[in-house]
């Protein structure tokens, strides 16, 4: 298992991601899935534009995501999977259950939601769902960065 | 005589704002930069920030980092309107700026990218 860290954060591939987990973890890739990203070369440029040389930055939508996933699993280098929301994490778990691990990194305020912790903001809806999927086999967790400790779903209901 | 040039710094936390503080503190001049801070925001509520930062005046983003959520930001929204982005702020540049409010959005961005890292020196 090549991929180390499977993170929903609303800001995609930013500081926290590239420079808190990707460095720390020494992983030779990110693959970005994300329908808008994936379907936007000017905004790829952009992702990449954060990512130092050493890391390569892929970007797939949802569907490549599914297709390409065991490629990434299968790679000898290790990497980050990462979405903007928990819908896209949730469908591509869905269609490949070895996405067994699930890293809440960042998702802020919006309508509906509320503050679980300081970086993690969730309507009641999504809480439920997210302890769903921690039930059904997926550990879910909240971290924004390794230096500070997981908090385990469960534990915000 | 058109209207002066605005400056929208958005930074990671408070930084922006303490910036801002700072330049009107040592030039005097008030109202000419709007902070903007990426905290408690996904990506599209930064660009809706840097959107009501700018609105209709013409306009110069400072960024702090030349990557990252506040740049990309910066980006989308400077691509809907036609405002230059620079990145890397410092003092410097903005107390330029609030100077050179006068000259075209593009040339106040070619402007202070020159100041800035004109003042980044190691004094012997």
């Known amino acids: 298992m090549t991929v180390v860290l499977h993170r929903i954060d609303d800001r995609l591939i930013h500081g926290q991601v590239v420079v808190g ?4 973890l020494g992983v030779g890739f990110i693959a970005l899935v994300d329908d808008q990203v994936g379907a936007s070369a000017w905004e790829q440029d952009l992702y990449r ?3 130092p040389s050493s890391v390569e930055a892929i970007f797939t939508t949802l569907a490549d995501g599914v297709r390409r996933y065991p490629e990434w699993v299968a790679d000898s280098r290790r990497g980050i999977v990462l979405t903007g929301d928990i819908e896209t ?3 591509l ?6 996405v067994s691990h699930i890293n809440l990194g960042g998702l802020h305020l919006k309508p509906g939601r509320r503050e679980r912790l300081p970086y993690l903001y969730l309507s009641d809806e999504e809480l439920k769902f997210l302890v769903a999927m921690d039930g059904a086999g997926a550990a879910v967790t909240a971290q924004d960065l390794p230096t500070s400790a997981p908090v385990p779903i469960r534990a915000l209901t | 005589m058109s209207e002066p040039l605005r400056g929208v710094v958005v930074s990671h936390g408070d930084i922006a704002h303490a910036m801002v503080a700072a330049v009107e503190q040592i030039s005097g001049v008030k109202g000419a930069l709007v902070p903007v801070s990426n905290t408690g925001c996904d990506r599209g509520s930064i660009v809706t920030r840097i959107g009501e930062a ?3 005046h013409p306009a110069v983003v400072f ?3 030349p990557s990252g959520s506040c740049l990309i930001a910066a ?3 400077a691509r809907d309107g036609q405002v230059p982005v620079v990145t890397g702020v410092n003092l ?3 107390i330029d700026f609030v100077f050179h409010r006068d000259l075209s959005p593009e040339a106040a961005a070619t402007r202070v990218v020159k100041a800035g890292a004109d003042s980044i020196k190691q004094p012997a």
Do not use: F, K, T
């Open chain 1, 21 to 24: 987990w990707a460095a720390p």
């Open chain 1, 49 to 51: 534009m954060g990512v």
């Open chain 1, 89 to 91: 994490m949730a469908g």
């Open chain 1, 93 to 98: 778990r869905q269609a490949r259950p070895e």
């Open chain 2, 54 to 56: 700018v609105a209709d």
């Open chain 2, 63 to 65: 960024v702090d980092l």
């Open chain 2, 75 to 77: 980006m989308q929204r």
């Open chain 2, 92 to 94: 410097p540049m903005l």
